[in-house]
Each structure stands twice: as structure tokens, then as C-alpha cells.
């Protein structure tokens, strides 16, 4: 479900047991509920996964909780901000809306999540954010990046807890899989031509490098 306005991308991974990928700031999470129950048709979304802390991806995550009756989930580097509210680490002062506390569920690199129909593993791709993560699905080459990748670009590292230097290695670990498909938390979506991405992403840094 592609942003609209400062909203990220939101990611539904259907099957019997489906996953939301991220929320948006929730100033659209009428129309977000909507296309995800249409989409779901009575099957239960039970977790949230965020895939970083920054506001633009979880500014609606508590209402989209309650709303679906659903967990939330991130990797503990960036749990343990969005359990603080940290107004600043999680850029919500920057869209001039106070930290608000998460009750967030660690989700550690390695894990596996099933929705019944797609195997998504979680791999720890810092560098957007210390906690960042990506999924990906080995058997379908899909890898849902949230900001580290985009389809022409790469996730910015100048903001709180981000790293280029970690985003390098990221990408590079990126590099070594399969990727066809990419669904990145802002922008188009990527079909078929997942490794270009990749590789521009790799030469951005690199030329990154240089300027420092």
C-alpha cells in the first residue's frame, strides 16, 4: 500500500496468519484499515513488524494495534527506543508530534516468520538506524527493505543512531542474496530487478566514501 503524503509504504504479507509491514504516521490509517481488511477478508492480522523506529513508519503504530487487535514487533535496538518514546530518537518532534511510549516485542535477527503462505527471515540491516531490519523470502527473492534500499537509492544515514559505514556493510550483505523483488518503505516497488537496485544502492556509498 504505497505512502501517501510523509506516510511510509505499508507492506501486507497475506496467508492465513497475515503480517503488516510498518504503518505509516497514521494520519491515513482510515483508508489503511479499509485496504487491509478488503485484502485480509476476515483473516486476522495478528503482528506488526517495524522496520525501524523513525515516525514516518510507526507515528500510527499504536492505533493500528489496537485497531487490528495486533502485536507489535522490532529489533531490539530500536524497541527499546520506541518502549522510551523517545520524541527525538524517533524523529516525531521533527513532524512536531510528542514521543509517544510503544509496547514493542524484541525481534531478533534470524527469526522466522511465517504467514502460511510466505517465509519471510529477518535479517539486522543497520545503518537508517541501528535497529534497522529487512524480510526476505529466500524462495521468491522478495525482500521488504524498509529504508535501507530503494528502488534508486539508499537509505540516508545523518539522522540519530545512523551509521554509513554500518549501511555499507548492509548492502553488501544484500548483495550476497538472490533479491528479484524489493518493497522499500518509500517510493516504487522493484519487480524482477532487484540486484540493480542493490548495486546502485553499493555505488551511492561508495561515492559517499569519497566525499568524506
Given at each position: 500500500m504505497p505512502g501517501s503524503g510523509v506516510d511510509s509504504n505499508v507492506v501486507l504479507v497475506d496467508g492465513t496468519d497475515p503480517i503488516l509491514v510498518d504503518t505509516g504516521t497514521g494520519e491515513n490509517q482510515e483508508k489503511?484499515?479499509?485496504e487491509i481488511r478488503e485484502a485480509t477478508k476476515g483473516r486476522k492480522v495478528?503482528?506488526?513488524?517495524?522496520?525501524h523506529r523513525h515516525f514516518d513508519h510507526v507515528g500510527g503504530?499504536?492505533?493500528m494495534s489496537s485497531s487490528l487487535g495486533a502485536r507489535l514487533f522490532a529489533h531490539p535496538m530500536d524497541a527499546a527506543v520506541l518502549r522510551n518514546g523517545d520524541g527525538w530518537q524517533t524523529l516525531s518532534l521533527m513532524f512536531g508530534v510528542?514521543?509517544?511510549?510503544?509496547?514493542?516485542?524484541d525481534l531478533r535477527e534470524g527469526t522466522n516468520l511465517s504467514t502460511g503462505t510466505h517465509d519471510l527471515k529477518v535479517l539486522h540491516t543497520p545503518g537508517h538506524t541501528q535497529g534497522s531490519i529487512s524480510l526476505f523470502e529466500e524462495?521468491?527473492?522478495i525482500l521488504i527493505s524498509g529504508d535501507t534500499v530503494f528502488a534508486d537509492g539508499v537509505g540516508r544515514w545523518d539522522l540519530p543512531s545512523g551509521d554509513p559505514e554500518a549501511l555499507r556493510r548492509s548492502i553488501r550483505a544484500l548483495g550476497e542474496l538472490e533479491i528479484k523483488d524489493i518493497y522499500p518503505g518509500h517510493g516504487p516497488f522493484v519487480k524482477g530487478e532487484g540486484r540493480k537496485s542493490i548495486e546502485s544502492a553499493m555505488s551511492i556509498l561508495e561515492s559517499a566514501e569519497t566525499w568524506q
Amino acid at each position: 500500500m504505497p505512502g501517501s503524503g510523509v506516510d511510509s509504504n505499508v507492506v501486507l504479507v497475506d496467508g492465513t496468519d497475515p503480517i503488516l509491514v510498518d504503518t505509516g504516521t497514521g494520519e491515513n490509517q482510515e483508508k489503511l484499515l479499509r485496504e487491509i481488511r478488503e485484502a485480509t477478508k476476515g483473516r486476522k492480522v495478528a503482528r506488526i513488524i517495524l522496520t525501524h523506529r523513525h515516525f514516518d513508519h510507526v507515528g500510527g503504530a499504536a492505533r493500528m494495534s489496537s485497531s487490528l487487535g495486533a502485536r507489535l514487533f522490532a529489533h531490539p535496538m530500536d524497541a527499546a527506543v520506541l518502549r522510551n518514546g523517545d520524541g527525538w530518537q524517533t524523529l516525531s518532534l521533527m513532524f512536531g508530534v510528542p514521543g509517544v511510549a510503544l509496547d514493542v516485542v524484541d525481534l531478533r535477527e534470524g527469526t522466522n516468520l511465517s504467514t502460511g503462505t510466505h517465509d519471510l527471515k529477518v535479517l539486522h540491516t543497520p545503518g537508517h538506524t541501528q535497529g534497522s531490519i529487512s524480510l526476505f523470502e529466500e524462495a521468491s527473492g522478495i525482500l521488504i527493505s524498509g529504508d535501507t534500499v530503494f528502488a534508486d537509492g539508499v537509505g540516508r544515514w545523518d539522522l540519530p543512531s545512523g551509521d554509513p559505514e554500518a549501511l555499507r556493510r548492509s548492502i553488501r550483505a544484500l548483495g550476497e542474496l538472490e533479491i528479484k523483488d524489493i518493497y522499500p518503505g518509500h517510493g516504487p516497488f522493484v519487480k524482477g530487478e532487484g540486484r540493480k537496485s542493490i548495486e546502485s544502492a553499493m555505488s551511492i556509498l561508495e561515492s559517499a566514501e569519497t566525499w568524506q
